[in-house]
């Protein structure tokens, strides 16, 4: 019996190690193109093909978040990803940008973030450890996927674009 408690116990405990330290990969993407008119505009026709196709892309990579923050544009580009991946879209402050990459850090599983041009670079670049930052992205960058890859020993950042998928 002793020997079974402590089998148990030991299991137990290694799986929470390697829970804690398994890697994960946080993308982090500007919404798609959106219609040019209204204070909260919904996705043009080009930018719906581009939500699509995000989902496309992250249809194998074993998405357990989807985050977004509260605009009709960037729900609507994180949409189809959650529903592939039978999950609800959740929305994030990114004014509080410290808390928020806590928040990712701590999470389990990778992790979509959709944001905006002024936010996404930011967010990839907390990431960043030494090593050149990312700038903001302009009004007309639409096609950018930042791959974040935190693992035991640290985080490793990369850009890419929707055609290298």
């Known amino acids: 019996m002793k020997n079974f408690i402590f089998l148990l116990s030991s299991l137990l405990i290694l799986g929470a190690c390697t829970a804690q330290n398994s890697p994960k ?33 992250l249809e194998k990579e074993g998405i357990k978040r989807v985050l977004s923050t509260n605009y009709t544009r960037t729900r609507n580009t994180a ?31 990778n992790i979509l973030v959709v944001g905006h041009s002024n936010t996404v670079s930011q967010l990839a670049n907390a990431f960043v450890s030494e090593g050149e930052k990312f700038a903001d992205l302009t009004d007309l960058d639409y096609d950018f996927i930042y791959i974040v890859t935190l693992e035991k ?12 998928f």
Do not use: C, W
């Open 79 to 109: 949409q189809p990803t959650a529903a592939a991946a039978g999950l609800v879209v959740e929305y994030y402050d990114p004014k509080n940008q410290e808390a928020f990459v806590s928040d990712l850090r701590s999470s389990e599983g």
């Open 25 to 57: 990969t946080i993308y982090i993407v500007r919404h798609a193109e959106k219609q040019l008119e209204g204070q909260d505009p919904e996705l043009a026709y080009v930018g719906e093909v581009r939500a699509k196709k995000l989902a496309q892309i």
């Open 153 to 164: 020993n640290g985080a490793k950042v990369v850009r890419k674009t929707y055609k290298d």
